[in-house]
């Protein structure tokens, strides 16, 4: 069965930084591009951030561009967003999501983490 | 910068069909944007139903389908049922490793 279980949201301050994690199973990792998907407060998805299966590919939302950074552990399972310069617009639940290299859909998300940027 | 169209909100009533529509604010929406959809219930992790404009997720009943209809991507249910009230999020690969998301839509089943 596939899960992707993501940690490291919380409460940080405008202007601060926080990373998230997400921890795959279930699957051959290695083999599959990841994603990371927010959606603010009663507010719709919106697509962040992309990696490659080998992580040497990465993609960006103009949104987030310079300030955040995806990354990747094949040897661990887990995709990784460092989030720096936060802002209250990055407040949101963030998802993981996988993806089939190639494919341009996400057909396994995880549960999600709340990040809140408030002062 | 393109934006993803879709209807805020829809009505349908049980037993009822209901075609949802995604658009492009300039431009048409086409097999090569791959469109793919979602179903969201408040508190949950979006489920993706269809895939490739047409090919249904596994386990997603065939009461849900996909189309391009005219120059928008469509998710039509047909024989709405209760526990289909949900959010409807289709998204759309814009190249480059690019994809967006419509605002998506609100369907009520009453």
């Known amino acids: 069965e596939v899960q992707l279980l993501e940690s490291g949201g919380g409460l940080v301050q405008p202007g601060g930084s926080l990373r998230l994690s997400c921890a795959a199973s279930?699957?051959?990792?290695?083999?599959?591009?990841m994603n990371w998907i927010r959606q603010a407060p009663g507010k719709g998805l919106e697509w962040v951030s992309g990696?490659?299966?080998?992580?040497?590919?990465?993609y960006y939302a103009d949104s987030v561009k310079g300030r955040f950074t995806i990354s990747r552990d094949n040897s661990k399972s887990t995709v990784y967003l460092q989030m720096n310069s936060l802002g209250a617009e990055d407040t949101a639940v963030y998802y993981c999501?996988?993806?089939?290299?190639?494919?341009?859909?996400?057909?396994?998300w995880g549960q999600g983490t709340l990040v809140t940027v408030s002062s | 910068q393109t934006v993803v169209t879709q209807e805020p909100s829809f009505s349908v009533s049980p037993g009822g069909t209901v075609t949802l529509t995604c658009g492009l604010s300039s431009g048409s929406v086409s097999t090569s944007y791959y469109p793919s959809w979602y179903q969201q219930t408040p508190g949950q992790a979006p489920r993706m139903l269809i895939y490739n404009t047409n090919t249904r997720s596994s386990g997603v009943p065939d009461r849900f389908s996909g189309s391009i209809l005219g120059n928008r991507a469509a998710l039509t249910i047909t024989g709405a049922q209760a526990d289909d009230e949900s959010d409807y999020y289709c998204g759309l690969y814009m190249g480059s490793g690019i994809s967006v998301f419509g605002g998506g839509t609100k369907l009520t089943v009453l």
């Open positions: 279930g699957f051959t990792f290695s083999s599959y591009a």
């Open positions: 999501a996988k993806r089939e290299t190639g494919l341009w859909y996400f057909d396994y």
């Open positions: 990696i490659s299966a080998s992580g040497a590919i990465t």
